[in-house]
């Protein structure tokens, strides 16, 4: 059982009863009906590639471990409708290649996109790297076919654009951890497949002007902007030491950079505009330099810098992670208060920032100080959590903008989520899980 007691940063384990890996959204129906019975508590699991241990089992040994990773059929591809209908367990790459062999395109992207699942994704209402174009996890599913804890499925699968009839259960179950119930399959929405793309990488002076070039950037290229991705230079130089085939694609070094990803219908169009917008942006003076891919190697060597930045900071020792959102307009005044604050508490910490600059979300991890022990300076995970949310919840920001709550940020959830909202939380949760048999200990 041992590979789906634990999780991909090693920060927490469990133990289980057993680990059922079921073939059909029916077979789940009837597990989840036996657990309701004899109160055994589920623990939901599809790629196992979640960030905040929302996927493993506490450790009382109790758990039964459902893997939905059989439940893996493309049920239809149905191109004329821009949709189609796979099950749980396919993974996202093989969904992105189900909509490519249909001409079509799938545009979640992110790092893990190999390993982890559909229903892991719309589970944890997962982001990416295309966001800033095509919205999160949440605003791509059409329906979704969902085992209920009492053991029926309810299904709202299908090519269905509109309809408008009551609440929104599609909307309730995304994002909702496998506490309310487990999604078994899901309608995608399908998009025409971009014909040109043009991947640049530019050097700036700080995240000022990296919001200037974002609004610059949106203002010429339009519905082409496909990412927006900035890395501060501790981060890029992290990459360079300790990832190989790694390199700096400028000639001099900059404290600050830029991945612009534009992409466009017609051949040639997504380079044609991003040279014209990069020579634009450099006369205007809002970047320093900048590169332009020329092929789909070099295209692609951009992109690994940007995707090695985990990989990378978990090469160089203990780091203390923050998945945070703040208006995009307020990153630069995040970063720079965030710095400033964690200097004055930690004077050896090295904050190395990264993220979804164009949807107002910032990976700010810390790596530990240079020599450090990585024990000593992961106990100080709390203090730390409390100065970064502390300028997030001053901004006006969230505590989770992409990698959900699970046990990781359980707590933090009531510190910051109002009343209110908890109260509405528990109450829609205690409906349709009056048992507390689905993922308990997971979210609230
Ligand atoms: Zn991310």
Redesign the pocket.
Known sequence: MSPYLGEPRDLYHGRALCVLKPRTARDVGDILALCNETGAPVTPQGGNTGLVGGQTPDASGDSVVLSLERLNQIRAVDAAADAMTVEAGVTLAQAQDAAQAADRFFPLS?ASEGSCTIGGNLATNA??VHVIAYGSMRDLALGIEVALADGRLLSTLGALRKDNTGYDLTQLFIGSEGTLGVITAATLKLFPRPRSRAVAFLGLRNPAEALQLLNFVKGHAGPMLNAFEVMSRPGLDLVLRHIPGTRDPLAQAHDWYALVELAAFAEGEAERAAAEILAAALHAGLAQDATLAQSLDQASALWKLRESMSEAQKREGGSIKH?VAVPVNEIPRFIEEAGQRLRAAFPQARPVPF??MGDG?I?YNVSQPVGGDKADFLAHWTEINAIVHGVVSELGGSISA?HGIGRLKRDLLRQTKSPVALDAMRAIKATLDPNGILNPGVLL
């Open positions: 992110l982001g990416g998945d993220g979804h979300n990976h992409e």
